[in-house]
């Protein structure tokens, strides 16, 4: 079946822009994942969706960065006034998450944004 | 979540087998090990994942020692699309914030024709 889509695949932006990034997730994934990777760096956790709430936004790194989630499927992360080091490859990924048995995650492609 | 080692790089031909070996010597026993790789430019693609059993699947087989204590994934036939950052974690299967995946510098595998 179909995987995880992102869209955009590639946002250049300039510094002070708003940006919407959004992620669509396997069908019937009921959780969903937002994680960075900056260049040579490993994966950062940003936030995770249990259908439409939030349990955990901890890894946001302020408060220009936000996510939600509607009808239990797509997703969006928008970043407020972008800065130079919002750079980074933004990726989603989603899981069944069903409680007693392994939870594995699917990937996106990801979204590279350049923040100039 | 336990650390895991991997080598920094490996080579391999194209056709041969391709044996990617992981320590995770403190693994509890709730972890699994999980594989993952990341082709340049491309999301984390799973692999493959296992507790205690060795594991197969259609991209390759995961080899877990009997103390649990390390691992070896086997791409049987590599081709060139195999060439990749390889990573090996280990997470418990619940409890907590296990779902904050973490990725270690990984095993750089690269093909050669």
């Known amino acids: 079946g179909a995987g995880v889509s992102q869209s955009p695949s590639n946002k250049v932006t300039e510094k002070g822009k708003d940006v919407e990034l959004r992620c669509d997730p396997i069908s019937g994934h009921t959780a969903l994942y937002w994680y960075r990777q900056s260049l040579g760096q490993g994966l950062e956790f940003l936030i995770y969706f249990q259908g439409n709430s939030a349990p955990d936004k901890s890894g946001l790194p302020s408060d220009r960065f936000s996510a939600e989630r509607t009808g239990g499927s797509v997703s969006t992360l928008t970043i407020q006034r972008t800065q130079q080091e919002d750079s980074a490859v933004y990726l989603c990924?989603?899981?069944?998450?069903?409680?007693?048995?392994?939870?594995?995650?699917?990937f996106g492609p990801g979204t590279r944004l350049t923040v100039l | 979540d336990a650390k895991t080692t991997q080598p920094t790089s490996m080579d391999c031909a194209e056709g041969r087998a391709a044996n990617l070996p992981c320590n995770h010597s403190?693994?509890?026993?709730?972890?699994?090990v999980y594989w993952y790789r990341q082709i340049h430019s491309q999301g984390p693609q799973y692999i493959i994942h296992g507790l205690k059993n060795n594991e197969t699947n259609e991209m390759a087989s995961l080899i877990i020692t009997e103390d649990r204590k390390s691992s070896t994934l086997i791409l049987p036939h590599a081709t060139l699309r195999d060439t990749a950052v390889y990573y090996c974690i280990v997470r418990p299967n619940s409890g907590g914030s296990n779902y904050k995946l973490t990725f270690g510098k990984g095993t750089l595998l690269t093909v050669n024709p």
């Open positions: 990924a989603s899981s069944l998450r069903l409680s007693g048995s392994t939870d594995t995650q699917y």
């Open positions: 403190t693994i509890s026993g709730n972890e699994y």
